[in-house]
């Protein structure tokens, strides 16, 4: 049975340690603290054979490259996050419970009037019309190299960080939302065929373990960030997407170029102002 790690092993470059250091690595793409059997892995994975393969490891999905992987013991099948990613880092995440903090961009996206609208067309019609939603959303959180966080009830979250999307993740973020929104048909004449609005925040979050390694356990992320993000999607109106400053300087935009808002959101003292992009033909 597992366990988990005590303050000695963390302090003394253990297992939780090296998965500590791992997963930084990953989420940020800043590879310096890497101990030379993992370098040593990852470029034996680059000369493995194979069309595709993990963006982080280099390890191969397919083909000679990825039989060897499995007989090598170092298989671990597609990440839940993003499928360009394997799920070797995910695994070591949860099994030592740890977890870091990241400079990333948040999107969260929400359908609007959802309680409504399952109440109108009934709850096998409401799945397949939901069902769509993520299948879009989900594909363009992929394509613009996110991870993808959770899709619950009527909500997508997807976190760009520098380690997967780059540097210029505010900006691939925001894109992302517009490509949403164009997709759900908000840039279309005749309306989208379900109404969304989206929230895009830029700060520090921790990303890692919650629950148990023992029972039950995930990846999230928390922190006022995560908050800000969520509660930004959800004060967005239909074919709205609300963009913080802080995203905004960090894409380089020009903020001046959209309508200003500022909301009064919960936990703030003052009102946050935020700009509002709208998608078009």
């Known amino acids: ?24 690595s990953y989420l940020t793409g800043d590879h310096s603290r890497l101990d030379a059997p ?54 070591l995440v949860k099994r030592h419970q740890v977890g870091t903090e990241v400079q990333l961009t948040l999107l969260f996206a929400d359908v609007r009037g959802s309680t409504a609208l399952a109440e ?58 517009q490509a949403l929104l164009k997709a759900t048909g908000h840039a279309d004449s005749n309306g989208p065929w379900i109404k969304v609005g989206a929230g895009v925040h830029t700060g520090t979050a921790y990303v890692g373990a919650v629950g148990s390694s023992q029972s039950v356990s995930d990846i999230t992320v928390l922190g006022d960030t995560a908050n800000t993000a ?27 170029d959209w309508e200003t808002r500022l909301l009064q959101l919960k936990g703030r003292s003052q009102a946050m102002p935020v700009r509002v992009i709208r998608v078009s033909e």
């Not at 303050?7 to 297992?15: A, F």
Request: with cysteine; net charge neutral; proline share 4%.
């Open 38 to 91: 993992t370098r040593a892995v990852r470029n034996l994975f680059k000369r493995l054979p194979s069309a595709n393969r993990c963006r982080v490891c280099n390890a191969p999905f397919a083909g000679l490259g990825s039989i060897l992987v499995s007989l090598l013991g170092f298989g671990a099948g597609r990440s839940n996050f993003n499928p360009s990613l394997c799920g070797r880092c995910e695994i």
């Open 120 to 177: 109108e067309i009934g709850a096998s019609s409401f799945h397949h019309l939901i069902n769509r939603f993520y299948i879009a959303s989900t594909e363009i959180l992929v394509q613009t190299h996110a991870l993808i966080e959770k899709m619950i009830g009527d909500e997508v979250a997807g976190l760009y960080v520098p380690g997967i999307a780059g540097e210029d993740h505010a900006r691939i973020a925001v894109n992302a939302a």
């Open 1 to 24: 049975m597992s366990r988990q790690p005590n303050e000695k092993e963390k302090l003394s470059g253990g297992p939780a340690e090296k998965a500590s250091i791992l997963w930084h």
């Open 230 to 256: 969520a509660r930004l999607a959800s004060q967005a109106g239909a074919g709205e997407i609300l963009v913080s400053e802080e995203t905004c300087y960090a894409a380089g935009f020009d903020s001046n």
